[in-house]
T-cell receptor, first 114, second 108 residues
Framework: DAGVIQSPRHEVTEMGQEVTLRCKPI?????LFWYRQTMMRGLELLIY????????DSGMPEDRFSAKMPNASFSTLKIQPSEPRDSAVYFC????????????FGSGTQLSVL | GQNIDQPTEMTATEGAIVQINCTYQ??????LFWYQQHAGEAPTFLSY????GLEEKGRFSSFLSRSKGYSYLLLKELQMKDSASYLC?????????FGTGTRLQVFP
């Protein structure tokens, strides 16, 4: 298995632009998580899905952030409009069903908003 | 609320033993994880404790006390490649909540 695949690896954009981050979970995994990592706040859970349905989006910082999972093999995290304080590493992770609690992380997207 | 505490930084010498502590207060508990994260890389799984006691895996061991809300990660025979951040995380219902991590530096 190729593991969790994220794209792009690096994104540099200007304030006000729309940013879309992409994730392909491990095939057969039922859960998908989006995290954001900064030096100050560590790894923060933004939102997670179970069977493509958003379960908890309480970590999404503002309405500028949105996430979708149109099918079991693809998810997006969108920031519109982007701001410099959104600069961080964004990780996607997936796991199997209950009883299989280990999370597998993608390589992350390093986002810089200028 | 949810609160996971661990030291920000630790240093140790190659060949030594180091213990990284983690205390937690969460509304739910389905297990505790330790992840290792090298600079610029994704977190990778180290250990999972759901019952009280010690789990040993090679040079790494992890301990859990649910009644005390306490865990530690023990690293033996430290090597230079063990220099990394170590993240304590609690499974609360269906979601994994992370502490801010402990940055470990191993010196020769």
């Amino acid at each position: 298995d190729a593991g969790v695949i994220q794209s792009p690896r690096h994104e540099v954009t200007e304030m006000g632009q729309e940013v879309t981050l992409r994730c392909k979970p491990i095939s057969g995994h039922d859960y998908l998580f989006w995290y954001r990592q900064t030096m100050m706040r560590g790894l923060e859970l933004l939102i997670y899905f179970n069977n493509n349905v958003p379960i908890d989006d309480s970590g999404m910082p503002e309405d500028r952030f949105s996430a979708k999972m149109p099918n079991a093999s693809f998810s997006t995290l969108k920031i519109q409009p982007s701001e410099p304080r959104d600069s961080a590493v964004y990780f996607c992770a997936s796991k199997g069903n209950r009883g299989s609690e280990k999370l597998f992380f993608g390589s992350g997207t390093q986002l810089s908003v200028l | 609320g949810q609160n996971i505490d661990q030291p920000t930084e630790m240093t140790a010498t190659e060949g030594a033993i180091v213990q990284i502590n983690c205390t937690y207060q969460t509304s739910g508990f389905n297990g505790l994880f330790w992840y290792q994260q090298h600079a610029g890389e994704a977190p990778t799984f180290l250990s999972y404790n759901v019952l009280d006691g010690l789990e040993e895996k090679g040079r790494f061991s992890s301990f859990l006390s649910r009644s005390k809300g306490y865990s530690y990660l023990l690293l033996k025979e430290l090597q230079m490649k063990d220099s990394a951040s170590y993240l304590c995380a609690v499974f609360d219902t269906d979601k994994l909540i992370f502490g801010t991590g402990t940055r470990l530096q191993v010196f020769p």
